[in-house]
């Protein structure tokens, strides 16, 4: 499969912690994507991270990326009961195709 | 933002019936869509790339005749589900391309299919 692998597969931090889910992949990427998804719903986009970028921020979002390797790690901050929801990074190789990883479980308790 | 539309947003069949599901890029013309299908606490799965006014590339181990694709505009995309069976109830999520080339997706909302 070429699938990517998040870890962790569930995470459960309290509000204002902060979280970090990592992503590995298997082949050399254009760029990384990073989505939400809420229980059953459809995803939104976070944040896209380029092959030759290292770092990438947005609010309360920090993204890395490692391509020697092949990791990606997102860090929310100051987590919010809001913020619970499923997580995926996506790749994409070049061939316009993205491949999602296993995505982690995020809930944050109030 | 683009804006993709998927629908209808939900629905239930019978087995043996039929189903077409529609991805619409609202406001950006899509090159290129892509059909991914996810169950439950599960991942995306990629099952197809569809480009206007050409045959779809499907994926390894993905059906073409039971999953029928076709890209009739730069608008508009549709799967259609053939002769369904109670393992095809999933949730179809559709995304699309517009020419960046930086390769970013827009996904639709989804599609939640239940066959009984």
């Known amino acids: 499969s070429q699938q990517g692998e998040e870890d962790p597969q569930a995470l459960s931090i309290q509000e204002g912690e902060n979280a970090t889910m990592n992503c590995s992949y298997k082949t050399s990427i254009n760029n990384l994507q990073w989505y939400r998804q809420n229980s059953g719903r459809g995803l939104v986009h976070l944040i896209l991270?380029?092959?030759?970028?290292r770092e990438k921020h947005s609010g309360r979002l920090r993204v890395t990326l490692d391509t020697s390797k092949k990791s990606s790690s997102l860090l929310i901050t100051a987590s919010r009961a809001a913020d619970t929801a499923s997580y995926f990074c996506a790749t994409d190789s070049g061939t316009y195709k993205y491949i999602f990883g296993t995505g982690t479980r995020l809930k944050v308790l109030a | 933002g683009a804006v993709v539309s998927q629908h209808p947003s939900w629905v239930i069949c019978k087995s043996g019936t039929s189903v077409k599901i529609e991805c619409r890029s609202l406001d950006f013309q899509a090159t290129t869509m892509f059909w991914y299908r996810q169950f439950p606490k599960q991942s995306l799965m990629l099952m197809a790339t569809?480009?206007?006014?050409?045959?779809?590339?499907?994926e390894q181990g993905v059906e073409k005749d039971k999953f029928l694709i076709n890209h009739a505009s730069l608008t508009l995309s549709t799967l259609t589900v053939t002769s369904a069976h109670p393992e095809d109830s999933s949730f179809y999520i559709c995304?699309?391309?517009?020419?960046?080339?930086?390769?970013?997706?827009?996904f639709g909302p989804g599609t939640r299919l239940t066959v009984t």
């Open positions: 991270i380029r092959s030759n970028e």
């Open positions: 569809s480009n206007e006014g050409s045959k779809a590339t499907y």
């Open positions: 995304s699309a391309r517009t020419g960046s080339p930086w390769r970013e997706q827009y």
